[in-house]
C-alpha cells in the first residue's frame, strides 16, 4: 500500500470537492481500488501505486480545468475522469477566439468590440502597446484580462499594475490612513477587474506574495522588471518623464500595456501628459502598437456613449468658438 498527498493550492476547497463533497464522491466512484480523503486543501489518496498514478494524472488536469474555466462541474468531473489526457487538453485549448479567459465562477472575458480584439492581437505581436480611448471602451480591463492570462499561462512571473496618484478635484492628502489607505481609492478600478478574473483566496495570495502588486507610478523609479506584465493605467495624468521612466524600467520576457484617456487629462495647465508626447515620438518604433478605441467600443450603459459624446461636441464647440476669436 502506498499514500500520496497532493495539495490542490489555494483553490478554495468548495470549488474543487463540490457542495458536500459531491464531486470527491464521483471521484470515488470512478476509482473504487484507492482511498480519497479530503481534508482542507490537501487530497490524501492510499492505495497500489499504479491506481494512485493513474488518479493523480487526472487530478491534475482536474485542476488544470478549474484554472482554465473558473468552475468544476460534476459532468465536467465525469468527462475529466474519463476522457484520456490528449483529448482533454485539446478541449481546454478549444473555444471562440475572442475568449481572453475564464474569470471567478466561469464568466466568460472575451474581447467584445473591434478594437478590444485589436489590444489582444497586438499584444500578442508586440512588448508595448498603447491603448487610448474615452471612458467605458474596455481598455484597463482587456489589459488586466491579458495580463491574468499571461500569469496562469506562465508567459510571466509577476503582474505590476500601476496609475499615477493624480487628484481629479480631490485632495489626496485629507483622505484618511496611511500611505496605502491613501492611495488605494485611486487603484481601486484595478482591484475590481482582479476580482472579476480570479478566486478571492488566489488573488489575496497573489497580492500577500508579490506576484500582483498594485503600487502608484512613483513607486516604479529605479527598477528593473523582468519576466513582467506591467500595465500603466490613466496615462493621461503622467508627465513626460514619469511616462519616460515608466517605458524605461521594461526587462527581459516583459509585457507593456499603457491605457489613457485624453479628453481626461488631470495634470496642471502648465504640463503636457506623458500620454500625449508619447504618442508623439514612440509612433514610428518597431515593436510598439498603437490602438485607438471610440464610442464605438463603449460597453457601459447606452447612456455613456451619448454623454462621451456630448462631452466631445462641447469641447469641439469651444475649440472652434476659440479659434473665431483668434482670427477675428
Do not use: W
Not at 470549488?15 to 466512484?29: A, C, L, M, T
Not at 489526457?85 to 465562477?105: A, C, F, P, T
Not at 461636441?313 to 469651444?318: D, I, M, P
Amino acid at each position: 500500500m502506498s499514500e500520496k498527498i497532493i495539495s490542490i493550492g489555494t483553490t478554495n476547497p468548495l470549488e474543487i470537492y463540490g457542495v458536500n463533497d459531491s464531486n470527491i464522491e464521483k471521484i470515488r466512484n470512478i476509482f473504487p481500488k484507492i482511498k480519497i480523503i479530503a481534508r482542507g486543501d490537501k487530497v490524501i489518496v492510499i492505495g497500489d501505486i499504479a491506481e494512485i498514478t493513474s488518479f493523480e494524472k487526472k487530478f491534475e488536469l482536474l485542476l488544470l480545468y478549474y484554472d482554465k474555466f473558473g468552475k468544476i462541474t460534476e459532468k465536467d468531473v465525469s468527462q475529466i475522469m474519463e476522457i484520456d489526457n490528449n483529448g482533454l487538453i485539446q478541449k481546454v485549448n478549444e473555444g471562440d477566439s475572442n475568449i481572453i479567459l475564464h474569470g471567478r465562477s466561469g464568466m466568460i472575458i472575451k474581447a467584445r468590440t473591434r478594437n478590444q480584439s485589436r489590444i489582444v492581437s497586438s499584444c500578442n505581436k508586440d512588448d508595448l502597446v498603447i491603448a487610448v480611448g474615452p471612458a467605458g471602451t474596455g481598455k484597463t480591463y482587456t489589459a488586466v484580462a491579458l495580463a491574468v492570462r499571461a500569469l496562469k499561462n506562465k508567459e510571466v512571473r509577476r503582474i505590476i499594475l500601476t496609475r499615477p496618484a493624480v487628484e481629479a478635484g480631490e485632495n489626496l492628502g485629507f483622505l484618511p490612513g496611511d500611505l496605502k489607505d491613501k492611495l488605494d481609492p485611486y487603484l481601486q478600478p484595478l482591484y475590481d477587474a482582479l476580482r472579476d478574473m480570479l478566486p478571492t483566496q488566489k488573488l489575496l495570495t497573489y497580492l500577500e506574495d508579490g506576484t500582483i502588486e498594485i503600487a502608484p507610478l512613483a513607486f516604479m523609479r529605479g527598477r528593473t522588471l523582468d519576466n513582467a506584465f506591467v500595465i500603466l493605467d490613466e496615462a493621461q495624468n503622467s508627465t513626460i518623464a514619469q511616462m519616460k521612466m515608466y517605458l524605461t524600467r521594461m526587462g527581459r520576457s516583459a509585457k507593456f500595456i499603457v491605457t489613457g484617456d485624453i479628453t481626461q487629462i488631470d495634470l496642471p495647465r502648465n504640463q503636457t501628459s506623458g500620454l500625449i508626447h508619447a504618442m508623439q515620438i514612440l509612433k514610428n518604433i518597431k515593436g510598439i502598437d498603437f490602438v485607438f478605441l471610440d464610442e464605438s467600443d463603449i460597453i457601459r450603459h447606452k447612456l455613456v456613449t451619448r454623454i462621451v459624446n456630448a462631452y466631445k461636441n462641447e469641447n469641439n464647440n469651444r475649440e472652434n468658438l476659440s479659434k473665431k476669436i483668434e482670427k477675428d
